[in-house]
């Protein structure tokens, strides 16, 4: 009878919890509905921080799961299909460097999650995304308008150290032991600088160069290390024994998503994952189409994949 009494309480609390939630959601139904129709530049910006939230805990809750099957089943993250090793791509350069975007982002959400508890704090968190959205918040509380943006932003900053990568190049090819190569180079650079777009197969040519003095990453001058990271959006604030191992590990790590992208086939990516791959490796990707991002990384890969 006890038993009988605890089953038919715990039915009734379900039903009455069962109930609330309902009527919260139509009651916040109709204020979203509201706001859509009064205030729609406030209504952006509260729908955005609603799936920011949701979306944040989703990958919290994903990336999770792929930990938990890469200790259950013995895989390091080079045996993990391409989609489960990008996620995992920040996080585990987070287990090597703590500044890293994964890190970064769950730390910069933990106080906007706090301000976000008590009813109706939301309000100044949508404050917050309205005057500091790229300062104070991170990628899921942005419009889909300041993420191109912001995207733009960031590029631009990226696109300033260009010069200099390929400045660097040019006057270490003055040391080349090998004329004609030397030449090669120095032609390569004088094009990239005069706005040409070299071929994969002319860089290919070129690629023993980079294994050993002057241009193999350890024997790279400083300044042209710091420009390297500044490309890659690694800090160039560091001693340069930091920068070489911070750079090697962060160029092994975009080979393995490489490789993992090939096997699963350009033809298998969204749009939204075709724009991801091009903007880590290099291509502001923002305001191009799926077939312009498809035709880069077709070339990008022919080159990469290709090299020991």
Request: aromatic share 10%.
């Amino acid at each position: 009878r006890s038993a009988l009494c605890c089953l038919s309480t715990k039915a009734g609390s379900r039903s009455i919890l069962a109930a609330l939630a309902s009527k919260a959601k139509h009651i916040n139904g109709r204020y979203e509905r509201f706001l859509e129709k009064t205030f729609p530049r406030f209504y952006v910006l509260y729908a955005t921080f609603t799936k920011g939230i949701q979306a944040l805990f989703l990958e919290v809750k994903e990336i999770r799961k792929i930990k938990s099957k890469m200790s259950h089943q013995r895989l390091s993250v080079q045996q993990l299909p391409y989609r489960e090793m990008e996620r995992l791509r920040q996080v585990r350069r987070g287990a090597r460097d703590a500044l890293r975007q994964f890190r970064r982002d769950v730390i910069k959400a933990i106080p906007i999650g706090i301000i976000a508890i008590p009813p109706f704090a939301n309000f100044l968190v949508i404050v917050l995304m309205y005057f500091f959205p790229r300062q104070l918040l991170i990628r899921y509380f942005w419009t889909p308008s300041q993420q191109v943006e912001f995207l733009d932003a960031y590029d631009a900053i990226r696109r300033d150290s260009y010069p200099d990568v390929v400045k660097s190049i040019a006057l270490a090819a003055r040391s080349l032991p090998e004329p004609q190569l030397q030449k090669r180079l120095q032609e390569l650079c004088a094009e990239v600088q005069r706005g040409s777009q070299p071929r994969v197969a002319e860089l290919y040519a070129v690629r023993s160069l980079f294994s050993g003095s002057p241009l193999g990453l350890n024997k790279l001058q400083v300044s042209h290390v710091r420009a390297l990271s500044q490309v890659l959006f690694l800090t160039p604030h560091l001693p340069a024994f930091f920068l070489r191992h911070r750079l090697r590990s962060h160029v092994l790590e975009i080979r393995h998503l490489d490789r993992a992208m090939l096997r699963l086939g350009l033809g298998q990516l969204s749009e939204e994952e075709l724009k991801a791959a091009c903007y880590l490796r290099g291509l502001n990707s923002t305001h191009l189409g799926m077939s312009e991002c498809r035709a880069w990384l077709e070339q990008w890969l022919g080159l990469s994949c290709k090299l020991q």
